[in-house]
């Protein structure tokens, strides 16, 4: 008999409590007493208690899980699909309020990765930038995302004090993209002043990290916002409206310029929508596994309710939040992260950022910035349509952490608290905004 048997009661396609444990003793066992790095540490205490939580909370529940449709989503109609979201989201409720009641608070969600040694990157970069006095100060994994690995280098050169940043695919990572793909759109971008990292080079030898790299400049500046959804000091409507237009900017970049055929017009967006749609259902599919009341519902309604186009693609960063916003004293310098970009509608941008935005911004401010910056007209119809895809996304890739951890292709802290949190935390926003769109 499994040892999730009996009276464990785990979320649908959860690893094993075996599973888990191992994580945590593994991530236990690495952190030498006195010797890991300060943050390091405080993340992996965050983490594990979040984990011990949801075990202790999985272990004497008495029967609710997370819900599956007893019946195929596309048999019932709207309002019994709706029943189904309303009771699975009830149920998501109640394990986060008893995982709540073992805790003060949320754990900390950010983590530290491993990172080659301060010789090794020495060696690297006097021969990539042919200067043998170069001294590297430093070698970091910072605090950051969970679907590529970020390594942050701090040198001494001819040039005087410089860095770079070594960008790396998270093996079985959440996200199926390429980081080799994100350097053409880095190169156009940077081409046209959008504020991004400047590309340096693609290394294609696995020697340093294990698995090909890009390398790009290191920006001034910390990320406008933490995972945690908190603020950095002084950032507000200054930064916001700035925000508006560097997605402006980005959508008024020639498409054509880095697809080989040139950008899809009029009915062609639908059938990107259909290929996005595609690409993330199957992945679902493959690293889900169960039928999920919400998700499924919400791929359907996507797909029933594909808007009509009213302006030509564009290039889409497809995770423009403010936590890869990067400012300096108050100026935006870069925006990072560009794994899930292609070429699309650029509506899925500013229904991406709307909440983090109105936070700060009037949304019709924000919008009259956008419009008179690249000349789009703002579609509502549009934005109402996409405010599904954030969390959409995000149940896939995070409900792939726990797929890739039960059949151990990934078994670090991160990847098991980032599956179980985030799976449940996209599954509930996703229900709220499905009931608020199809509902009505």
């Known amino acids: 008999m499994s040892e999730d048997a009996g009276t464990d009661e785990k979320l649908?396609?959860?690893?094993?409590?075996?599973?888990?444990?191992?994580?945590?003793?593994?991530?236990?066992?690495?952190l030498e007493l006195g010797t890991a790095p300060p943050q390091r540490t405080l993340d992996s205490i965050g983490m594990a208690t979040g984990l011990l939580d949801h075990l202790i909370v999985r272990l004497h529940r008495a029967g609710n899980r997370l819900s599956t449709a007893t019946r195929p989503i596309g048999a019932l109609s709207w309002p019994h699909r709706l029943t189904q979201v309303r009771i699975a989201r009830a149920e998501l409720d109640e394990w986060e309020r008893q995982e709540r009641s073992e805790a003060?608070?949320?754990?900390?969600?950010?983590?530290?990765?491993?990172?080659?040694?301060?010789?090794?990157?020495?060696?690297?970069?006097r021969r990539c930038l042919s200067d043998p006095h170069l001294v590297v100060s430093s070698v970091a994994a910072?605090?950051?995302?969970?679907?590529?690995?970020?390594?942050?280098?701090?040198?001494t050169g001819v040039r005087g004090a410089d860095g770079v940043v070594m960008r790396s695919d998270t093996p079985s990572g959440p996200l199926?993209?390429?980081?080799?793909?994100?350097f053409p759109v880095l190169q156009l971008m940077h081409a046209s002043k959008v504020p991004v990292a400047a590309p340096l080079w693609v290394e294609?030898?696995?020697a340093l990290l294990g698995r090909p790299f890009i390398v790009t400049t290191l920006v001034r500046g910390q990320p406008a916002m933490n995972f945690r959804q908190e603020i950095a000091g002084g950032i507000g409507a200054e930064v916001a409206a700035a925000f508006a237009l560097v997605l402006a900017d980005i959508h008024k970049v020639d498409a054509s310029q880095i697809v080989a055929a040139p950008a899809p017009v009029g009915p062609a967006l639908a059938a990107h929508v259909r290929r996005l749609l595609d690409q993330y259902?199957?992945?679902?599919?493959?690293?889900?596994?169960?039928?999920?009341?919400?998700v499924d519902s919400a791929f359907a309604w996507m797909r029933?309710?594909?808007?009509?186009?009213?302006?030509?693609?564009?290039?889409?960063?497809?995770?423009?939040?403010m936590r890869n916003l990067m400012v300096d004293d108050g100026q935006v310098t870069a925006l990072l992260d560009w794994e899930t970009w292609h070429v699309g509608d650029p509506m899925e941008d500013l229904a991406y950022c709307r909440d983090e935005i109105e936070r700060f911004l009037p949304w019709r401010r924000f919008t009259e910035l956008y419009t008179a910056r690249c000349g789009r007209i703002v579609d509502?119809?549009?934005?109402r349509y996409w405010s599904l895809w954030k969390f959409l996304r995000g149940a896939v890739t995070s409900v792939s952490m726990t797929h890739s951890l039960r059949h151990g292709l990934q078994s670090d802290l991160r990847t098991a608290f980032g599956g179980v949190h985030y799976t449940r935390f996209c599954s509930q926003e996703l229900a709220k905004r499905l009931e608020a769109v199809a509902g009505t």
């Open 104 to 125: 003060a608070g949320l754990p900390v969600v950010e983590t530290t990765s491993q990172a080659p040694t301060r010789e090794q990157v020495e060696r690297y970069l």
């Open 12 to 30: 649908a396609g959860e690893p094993s409590v075996a599973d888990y444990l191992r994580v945590l003793r593994r991530e236990l066992t690495s």
């Open 304 to 321: 029933e309710n594909i808007p009509s186009p009213t302006a030509t693609p564009a290039i889409v960063h497809g995770d423009p939040t």
């Open 380 to 383: 509502e119809a549009a934005l």
């Open 204 to 206: 294609t030898d696995p």
């Open 176 to 182: 199926e993209s390429l980081v080799a793909s994100e």
């Open 281 to 294: 259902q199957d992945q679902w599919q493959r690293r889900g596994g169960t039928t999920h009341a919400i």
């Open 142 to 155: 910072p605090l950051g995302g969970y679907s590529k690995d970020t390594i942050v280098v701090r040198f």
